[in-house]
């Protein structure tokens, strides 16, 4: 085919947000522009991003759609390409902007126009991140992501929302510096950033250690692994909602993409080595942050820190190295991308209505709010894991994978699955049941039409793939046994040289 | 029709619980509960079919999870222990739904409860027709949400939303375990279906892996694991805490949840796994010990308690050890056969104080109620009929299936067969203790409730006497008549190869001074409780008061809530709040972004000191630097 569709996917939102930026004139039809623009480019984008799917070749293992565009003559090539794993990322990317959108139309009251831009921009930043096929371009569009997040928490964020911003970026810059210098190191060792050929490449095993350490540190800040995650709860309760629901659904699994694309691709014998060290932070991270979620008493803190538990499974999964495992790393990320967005929009709804995100200023709203209590039990159980939600599918993958590489890394890892039934069924019941006691509350009003859409096709799509998962493991397959067969052949390699 | 049996249930909650109110209260109630009892007659016809003709079915829906070489499918599986299954899961739920109707009456969420008991029906459905583990869970996992919704049905009452989150985080415990089964299984079978993971288990028996830096018998390893999860979802002890506080839900639950279906579950994956533990001697020994124990346990703390929910609820606990020391001295069939007649009695028992208690307006301290039988008739036949056939009182189905259990305990021939055995003599005494302790605190004696006038109580509504009515006659009759098809001479005929038999038993017939000792016992404790209880209660508080110690001991059900109150649930809080607040405020953010901004500052306020403008500060610095320089060409 001819037509650059993935290019047309990446650049639609951004073309979109400069329409919005020369709307002009009467700030009453700016506004209204802006807000159809929005939806229009970005509605269009899952549109022709599920057309994508439904071309896409789920039988080949290479990459597929790819454009190759000279930038700098011999040292950068715009070259962008999906397979079986990025594919789904980039549907789920442009599934929950348009949410975002809609959400932010609700929720934002000032500098909307600049707030839709943000958004767009951020979407093809994302967009970019999963379609990149060179490291620098990967670098751009990864680290570029951080600037209109930046700015939305900046601008449209709570009280604290400097500090919170300023976290979020020194965390985050943290890590960049260093994966420039890894990137830097290979082009210096290997002549090229051409993913492509760079997955062919045997980078020598005695650099592979250090390059794997300065990747790690940027996808381990923003994944976010324990102990640098400290800066995701503030982040996430200081943004906005469309912000947290960006943060937590897409942003924070360009690190899981970037784990699986790279850490595992380029650096094979690293990544064997760091296993127990990836298994060990994981491990902590789920336990510890679910104790500490545990005892949250702002609903957003609370599931920011359960997602920090549930990423924990994710780099597990990712690590085993096994296809149980990387599968439901993949589909755990899907599915937490579906949930937390899903949870972070129901504080949102709440919150736009009594501007409070503490537990304890609600309680009982079940009695006035009993569609809202219905989708937002949906959400609860799907994010401890129940059979027949997506999440099960997700971390039950995952531990089987996990249980045949390390018996001790899967038993501790399933006590997770205890705490977040604790945490969740804990928040639920404080939030919704029992008796309204706080008389400000009694006035809110339950669902409107547009927040019962968003929460029905997430509802849908969460029980959807919680029972008929295929859809989703038939597109990675092909993916998945290439990844695992390139990486054993690779890991081979430098074993049988090591050893001459 | 396996296909309706399985999804009309389904149906129905759908339907009550989005189009309830659009459709009529009234109708949603009624469709749902027909949709259950068609799935209920189906589920007859299939039984009667593999009773017959040896019918055995595995239907495949669809696939599920298929990744690598771990497929799943979503099917329904046929065979005569799913049959028995299916009767039992769909007849007594749909005499409930029936029954829910007139409990329900002044409730102003019908459409909801009818939508939560229909869901859990499909849930149990799926439960036992399942040809995999991961299908079993799913089902298991969904009749725990049940169970959940159920418990905290009422959620205006904080008691009844901290009992329901405890029922699910206590099955969860149970749950890890069963999840590590399944793992396990996996992992050694390369498979989680049945057929493929049953035939291919004489190979495995011998094998030893290193679990957790323990050396195991894999066998053992996998059926121990099963069982924390069956101990889990059928509140044997030390698992058992959330079974007495779930009796918070309404009482219909208790009566399909909490005593007749899902709390037998795990007795259920027990009998399904019999081509496991019979290869595993320790696994069954395992849980013939905590089914002794269990049984034991629950017998003495019913004894003492007040709530009449709770009391019933303690004899569940009780009757399930039963059924597990059953399954650990091998008598699968005999498990199943209790299973079957415990949950028309224990259904029975509880529809009938679910009529008391709606007489008495929602109270449920037997202290306070008392003199009403007579004010009461039908509910009181149905509760005497319940109660005869709990504490197996001869020719009632009880009766058959409880004696069958310490018989066949006896039958064994080992230690823990004879330990077994003496056990259920003794609570089965006990059993009888507590259960004519109820009734005669209920219906006999003075009328002792002061809230209520004695002509203010009625009898429930034929909506509720009706639907308990056939549970009374299946509690009467199902013992006598199924006896010899589900353990008979020639039960082998029927169970076909559901259940294996590997180790043999001992003895051929049990004596005839064991087969004569428990009706006797039961017989005579009649008029035994009736002197103790109502004639003269002087002797009972002489007792109390000279064992105040041990009467706290079982009043206070052993002290397990607050052990576990003090070992797990304060102790994780505290964990939590230390890790929160010391670990990520007091270490992370301190020394990390907190203390890199701090120390950019504190350099930056240091080196604005330098710049203090005097001459001689700057000529002090460049002196100091270029003799630093000189000194260094010089030596080098």
């Not at chain 2, 009456?105 to 939560?116: G, L, N």
């Not at chain 2, 990520?584 to 604005?608: A, H």
Request: aromatic share 16%.
């Amino acid at each position: 085919m001819n037509f650059p569709i993935l290019s047309a996917i990446i650049f639609i939102p951004l073309i979109g947000a400069l329409f919005i930026l020369i709307t002009g004139g009467n700030p009453k039809n700016v506004e209204k522009n802006s807000k159809n623009v929005a939806i229009f480019s970005s509605l269009a984008n899952f549109l022709l991003s599920l057309f994508l799917w439904f071309v896409f070749d789920k039988n080949i293992s290479d990459f597929q759609f790819v454009e190759e565009k000279k930038w700098i003559d011999g040292f950068i090539n715009f070259q962008i390409g999906v397979d079986g794993i990025s594919i789904l990322f980039i549907l789920l990317t442009t599934f929950i902007t348009p949410i975002c959108i809609f959400s932010g139309i609700q929720s934002i009251k000032f500098k909307i126009k600049e707030f839709l831009i943000a958004i767009l921009v951020m979407e093809t930043l994302m967009l970019g991140v999963f379609c990149s096929l060179d490291l620098v371009i990967f670098y751009l569009f990864f680290e570029g992501g951080l600037i209109p997040m930046f700015l939305i928490i900046g601008i449209w964020g709570g009280p604290k929302r400097v500090y919170s911003a300023f976290k979020f970026f020194l965390f985050t810059l943290l890590g960049s510096v260093l994966m420039l210098v890894a990137i830097i190191t290979i082009y210096w060792l290997t002549g090229t950033t051409d993913v492509i050929k760079l997955l062919d490449t045997r980078i020598p095993s005695e650099y592979q250690y250090l390059l794997w350490l300065g990747f790690f540190t940027s996808f381990a800040v923003k994944m976010p692994m324990w102990p640098v995650h400290t800066w995701l709860p503030d982040a996430h309760v200081e943004a906005p909602t469309a912000g947290s629901v960006i943060l937590a659904a897409i942003l924070l699994k360009m690190a899981g993409y970037g784990f699986i694309r790279f850490s595992l691709g380029l650096f094979p014998v690293a990544s064997d080595y760091f296993t127990p060290f990836v298994f060990t932070l994981s491990i902590i991270a789920i336990i510890y942050t679910s104790l500490v979620a545990l005892m949250q008493e702002d609903m957003k803190k609370l599931i920011a820190y359960s997602s920090v538990a549930h990423m924990g499974f994710v780099t597990i999964g990712i690590f085993s190295l096994v296809k149980q495992g990387l599968e439901g790393s993949i589909i755990q990320m899907m599915s937490h991308g579906l949930v937390s967005a899903a949870l972070f929009l129901c504080v949102g709804v709440v919150y736009d209505r009594y501007h409070s995100r503490m537990i304890s200023s609600y309680g009982g709203i079940i009695n006035i709010m009993p569609k809202y209590a219905f989708v937002f039990m949906i959400f609860t159980l799907a994010a401890l894991g129940l059979p027949g939600t997506s999440g099960f599918v997700g971390e039950f993958l995952v531990l089987v994978g996990v249980f045949q590489k390390n018996i001790i890394v899967a038993v501790l890892a399933s006590l997770g699955i205890i705490f977040a039934a604790a945490y969740m069924l804990w928040l639920y019941r404080r939030v919704i049941f029992g008796r309204l006691t706080n008389s400000e509350i009694k006035d809110m009003k339950d669902l409107n039409n547009i927040e019962l859409y968003i929460f029905a096709s997430l509802v849908f799509l969460i029980l959807f793939f919680g029972f008929y998962p295929e859809p989703l493991l038939n597109t990675l397959d092909v993916s998945i046994n290439n990844l695992i067969e390139n990486y054993n052949t690779n890991l081979n390699f430098h074993i049988a040289k090591s050893n001459n | 029709m396996e296909y309706a049996i399985v999804f009309l249930p389904l149906l129905g909650s759908i339907i009550s619980g989005f189009f309830g109110k659009r459709i009529g209260i009234y109708l949603s109630q009624i469709l749902s509960s027909s949709l259950v009892l068609i799935s209920g007659f189906f589920s007859l016809f299939i039984f009667y079919q593999v009773f017959n003709e040896g019918y055995y079915s595995n239907k495949l829906i669809f696939n599920w999870i298929s990744s690598g070489n771990f497929n799943v499918n979503w099917s329904i599986y046929i065979d005569p222990l799913t049959s028995v299954m299916l009767v039992v899961v769909s007849i007594i739920s749909s005499i409930i739904h029936f029954y829910s109707i007139g409990y329900m009456s002044h409730d102003p969420h019908k459409t909801r409860f009818m939508a939560y008991l229909s869901l859990f029906t499909f849930a149990m459905l799926t439960l036992v027709t399942a040809d995999n583990f991961l299908q079993l869970f799913f089902g298991w996992e969904g009749v725990g949400l049940c169970s959940y919704l159920l418990i905290g049905f009422w959620y205006k009452k904080p008691s009844a939303n901290a009992a329901a989150i405890k029922a699910f985080i206590v099955n969860r415990v149970g749950d890890f375990g069963f999840a590590i089964g399944i793992f396990l299984i996996f992992l050694f079978y390369g498979t989680v279906n049945y057929n493929e993971v049953f035939q291919q288990t004489p190979s495995i028996v011998q094998k030893e892996i290193i679990f957790l830096g323990i050396q195991f018998n894999l066998l053992t390893l996998i059926c121990f694991m099963l069982f924390i999860g069956a101990m889990g979802k059928s509140a044997q002890i030390l698992l058992h805490t959330w079974l007495p506080d779930a009796m918070e839900g309404p009482t219909p639950v208790s009566a399909l949840i909490h005593a007749a279906t899902m709390v037998t579950a795990g007795v259920f994956l027990l009998v399904r796994c019999s081509p496991l533990f019979e290869y595993s001697e320790t696994a069954l020994n395992i849980v013939a010990t905590i089914g002794m124990i269990t049984a034991f346990f629950a017998a003495s703390v019913a004894l003492v308690q007040n709530d009449i929910k709770k009391i019933i609820a303690y004899s569940t606990c009780s009757q399930l050890g039963y059924m597990f020391f059953a399954v650990g001295i091998g008598a699968y069939h005999v498990a199943i056969f209790h299973l079957f007649t415990h949950a028309f009695f224990k259904a029975l028992l509880f529809l009938g104080s679910g009529c008391v208690i709606h007489a008495f307006k929602d109270e449920q301290d037997i202290r306070l109620m008392g003199g009403v039988w007579k004010k009461l008739p039908y509910s009181y036949a149905l509760m005497i009929i319940g109660t005869l056939a709990l504490t197996g009182f001869p020719l009632l189905s009880g009766y058959y299936s409880k004696d069958a259990i310490i018989e066949f305990a006896y039958l064994k021939g080992n230690t823990i067969g004879y330990y077994a055995c003496a056990v259920g003599i003794i609570t089965a005494l006990l059993t009888a203790f507590y259960s004519w302790r109820l009734i005669f605190k209920t219906f006999h004696g003075k009328y002792n409730n002061k809230k209520e006038n004695i002509s203010s109580i009625h009898e429930s509504p034929y909506m509720m006497l009706i639907p308990s009515a056939f549970l009374a006659a299946g509690a009467i009759f199902v013992g006598i008549s199924f006896k010899e098809m589900f353990i008979g001479e020639n039960n082998t005929d029927f169970w076909n190869n559901s259940i294996l038999f590997l180790n043999s038993f001992h003895h051929t017939y049990p004596p005839t001074w064991l087969v004569m000792t428990t009706p006797i016992i039961v017989t005579l404790s009649i008029p035994i409780s009736y002197y103790l209880f109502l004639i003269n209660e002087k002797i009972l508080k002489d007792i109390v008061a000279k064992n105040q110690s041990l009467y706290n001991f079982l009043l206070n059900k052993w002290y397990f809530d607050e052990f576990y109150n003090l070992i797990f649930v304060r102790t994780i809080k505290k964990i939590g709040l230390f890790l929160w607040k010391k670990g990520d405020i007091n270490t992370i953010d301190r020394f990390g972004p907190d203390g890199m901004s701090r120390l950019v500052k504190n350099i930056s306020n240091k080196v604005v000191n330098f710049q203090s403008g005097y001459l001689y500060h700057y000529a002090f610095v460049m002196l100091i630097g270029f003799s630093i320089l000189l000194t260094y060409f010089i030596l080098y």
